[in-house]
């Protein structure tokens, strides 16, 4: 079974310059997650889709950052204008469809290997 | 709201020795809590996990982790350390019925040949 994709694995923008993700989750994967890691932290959530409805973006700093989800399978997420504290590794995770409850009802998150981004 | 605190950014063993990684979480309601561990340009990888079943839970490469709700704490064991293991762990916590992941700030593992 092939795992979460993301393109590209690197990527070096300038300050104030534009930048989008890519990520193909899991076959049959119903929710996509996308994380930003900053060096030296734990991931965290920026948006969390089921299909192709938004469930979770309220750590999506909106004013820069947007992601979409057209057809319910692959996600972007995009940067624009970037900023230096952008600088981070961009994860991207999918799962079955959000549980609905009980306490064997959690379903694995598979993650992509990430996009390394460095603003200059 | 949740939160996880990983006690130790940097966490150095002997090869063979005993790994002890601390987590300790905060939740106002019953957690799942994980552990995973990512090795370098790779992503994360489900060590284990706790959904309210057993509370010593078994994982992957020998690890296990024990749920003390007295003590609020999910720490990571191994009997004996491989060069291998070495990476990066997260402690994560969920809130029961939900797949949003909060995650600790994460601790590195070295092993000392």
């Known amino acids: 079974e092939a795992g979460v994709a993301q393109s590209p694995r690197y990527k070096i923008i300038e300050k104030r310059q534009s930048v989008a993700f890519w990520c193909n989750p899991i076959s049959g994967h119903a929710t996509l997650y996308w994380y930003q890691q900053i060096l030296g932290q734990g991931p965290k959530l920026l948006i969390q889709f089921q299909n192709n409805g938004v469930v979770d973006d309220s750590q999506l700093p909106k004013d820069r950052f947007s992601a979409e989800r057209l057809k319910g399978v692959d996600s972007t997420l995009k940067i624009q204008p970037a900023k230096l504290e952008d600088s981070a590794v961009y994860l991207c995770?999918?799962?079955?469809?959000?549980?609905?409850?009980?306490?064997?009802?959690?379903?694995?998150?598979?993650f992509g290997p990430g996009t390394r981004l460095t603003v200059l | 709201a949740q939160s996880v605190t990983q006690l130790g950014s940097h966490v150095s063993v002997s090869e063979g020795a005993l790994v002890l990684l601390r987590c300790n979480y905060s939740?106002?309601?019953?957690?799942?809590l994980f552990w995973y561990v990512q090795y370098p340009n790779q992503g994360l990888q489900l060590l284990l996990k706790y959904t309210s079943a057993a509370t010593l839970v078994k994982g992957i490469n020998g690890f296990e982790a024990e749920f003390k709700k007295s003590e609020t704490s999910f720490h990571l064991t191994k009997p004996s350390a491989h060069m291998s293991d070495a990476a990066e762990y997260f402690c994560?916590?969920?809130?029961?019925?939900?797949?949003?992941?909060?995650f600790g700030q994460g601790t590195r593992l070295t092993i000392n040949p």
């Open positions: 994560a916590v969920s809130r029961w019925g939900a797949q949003k992941l909060v």
């Open positions: 995770a999918s799962s079955l469809k959000e549980s609905s409850g009980g306490a064997k009802s959690y379903n694995e998150q598979f």
């Open positions: 939740s106002s309601v019953p957690p799942y």
